[in-house]
């Protein structure tokens, strides 16, 4: 197991957001969450990444335990995750190579191995060739393929993809999807939280539903 949430409650200024949700993942699993737009699905992978603390509960990633995490601690959880963000958060003023290069000389890796890392990232997701681009000159799709980059660049345990197809057209979207299959077929367990049905219909994998502040094991069939 990787991740578990028990009985995890939480609210933003009163308002209840998750209500006692329950839920497991297994190291190297595929799992999709689904929900609608503003149902919570942005909650669950903050407190994913500990950026939210339950109001009451656990959360488990790996061997950090959201009860006795200290602040400290924090940057050593998410060097253990790949965090897909919807808007990017990519460096503009930066080269796709700088951009990655930026992540690993955060965790102070060798220049020859930052080198390595930032080749093999963006081959894996067909990008070698741009890495001296700016973030601007690509594309939507490409621009997320670099955000899946950066994310597997430090070899996590866990890539989290928060609606990693929202803005992308339908084909692009496939393309995106079976990156994150190839990546999860190479032994790294991926969470994607969308409100995509097709996606999930046409790359089906066990599939969790957040409604009314509850989550839900459902069944989509395949397409």
């Known amino acids: 197991m990787i991740l578990s949430f028990e009985k995890v409650y939480f609210d933003y200024a009163g308002h209840s957001v998750l209500n ?7 190291s190297g699993e595929l799992l999709y969450m689904i929900g609608a737009s503003g149902s919570g699905k942005t909650t669950v992978l903050k407190l994913i990444y500990m950026d939210l603390i339950p109001k009451s509960g656990i959360v488990a990633v790996g061997e950090f335990n959201s009860q006795f ?4 601690y924090v940057p050593m959880l998410r060097r253990k995750l790949g965090i897909i963000f919807q808007d990017f958060r990519l460096l503009n003023d930066r080269t796709i190579e ?3 290069s930026f992540v690993l000389h955060s ?9 390595r890392k930032i080749f093999n990232a963006l081959s894996l997701v ?7 681009s700016y973030p601007h000159q690509l594309s939507g799709g490409e621009q997320q393929r670099v955000v899946i980059a950066r994310a597997i660049i430090n070899d996590p345990i866990l890539i989290l993809a928060d609606e990693p197809t929202g803005n992308l057209d339908p084909d692009t979207s496939s393309q995106i999807v079976d990156i994150l299959k190839d990546i999860n077929a190479r032994g ?5 939280a969308t409100h995509n049905y097709e996606i999930v219909k046409k790359n089906p994998a066990r599939t969790l539903k957040l409604q009314d502040e509850k989550l839900y094991m459902v069944n989509i069939i395949s397409s």
């Open 69 to 72: 995490m200290k602040e400290k």
């Open 98 to 100: 700088e951009n990655l």
């Open 188 to 192: 790294t367990a991926v969470l994607i």
């Open 20 to 26: 006692g949700i329950n839920f497991v993942m297994e």
């Open 107 to 115: 965790v102070t890796s060798p220049k020859k191995e930052i080198k």
């Open 126 to 132: 067909g990008l070698s060739h741009r890495r001296n």
